[in-house]
């Protein structure tokens, strides 16, 4: 196997990660909470990913790692600003020898979530955004070129149950050889057991970028957020991939603090 196909490989996992909408973490699906006029919110959270596959008879064990930081502000009380850079690590090996190691940021996204409908527990965001390559595409961190966009949110809280649904399109213009039509879909739900504490669960499921793939990726989530104060949360998760294409495994951890 060619090394370039690998690089190839490794992008994918990048970009997967660092393009879609981000939830309350560890979700990746989105909710419609907004923070409202004036506030605004840091969030910083990390992720470690691992897969072990043989591909044409070679062993191939690919792990990374990213930290995210990510920026928001409520500019009228339905409507947040968001701003996230990624910065990711990858490596990769077959057959136990090094042939991809790199790390460095990752492509950058500004968002808009609008929240355009609340009615008795139910509510309705749109959360278009850009995505500018910021991210160095000779070493599988970027896509080279700006791309854009568009999920449709839904929630609908029922306590102490909350449920969450995101549809999404990426326009994942680039210069290493993608799927530039890719769409999005996921659910997911928390439960508040305990006052301050929620378990938290995530299915979804996205085409895949690879050009010639035929399987798309899909996921599951499970994970608890914990909120030491009305200003502050930590939460902590473990994703698996329910796809052969997709991470075999990703622990996570974040935080959040708002102002």
């Not at 981000?22 to 969030?43: C, R």
Request: glycine share 12%; aromatic share 10%.
């Amino acid at each position: 196997m060619e090394h370039r196909v690998i690089k190839g490989v490794v992008l994918c996992a990048v970009l997967f990660v660092s393009s879609i909408a981000w939830g309350a973490h560890p979700l990746i699906t989105d909710d419609t909470e907004t923070l409202g006029k004036g506030k605004f919110q840091v969030e910083v959270s990390g992720q470690y990913d691992s897969k072990k596959e043989t591909l044409d008879g070679i062993s191939v064990e690919e792990t990374g790692a990213e930290v995210a930081t990510t920026l928001s502000y409520g500019f009228i009380e339905s409507a947040d600003l968001v701003l996230s850079l990624p910065h990711h690590w990858g490596q990769v090996k077959e057959d136990g020898v090094t042939v991809y190691d790199e790390k460095g940021i990752s492509d950058m996204i500004i968002e808009i979530k609008w929240r355009f409908f609340k009615n008795d527990g139910l509510s309705l965001a749109l959360k278009p955004g850009l995505i500018f390559p910021t991210g160095n595409k000779g070493k599988g961190l970027g896509s080279g070129k700006t791309g854009y966009q568009l999920f449709l949110i839904g929630s609908k809280e029922v306590a102490p149950w909350a449920f969450h649904a995101n549809i999404g399109y990426i326009g994942n213009e680039n210069e290493v050889n993608e799927r530039t039509n890719i769409w999005h879909a996921s659910l997911a739900a928390t439960c508040e057991v305990v006052k301050d504490l929620k378990l938290v669960g995530n299915i979804g499921i996205e085409r895949n970028r690879a050009a010639t793939a035929v399987k798309d990726p899909a996921f599951l989530i499970g994970g608890v957020i914990y909120s030491l104060s009305e200003r502050f949360d930590i939460d902590f998760g473990v994703k698996s991939g329910l796809t052969p294409n997709e991470t075999e495994w990703s622990l996570m951890a974040g935080m959040a603090f708002r102002f």
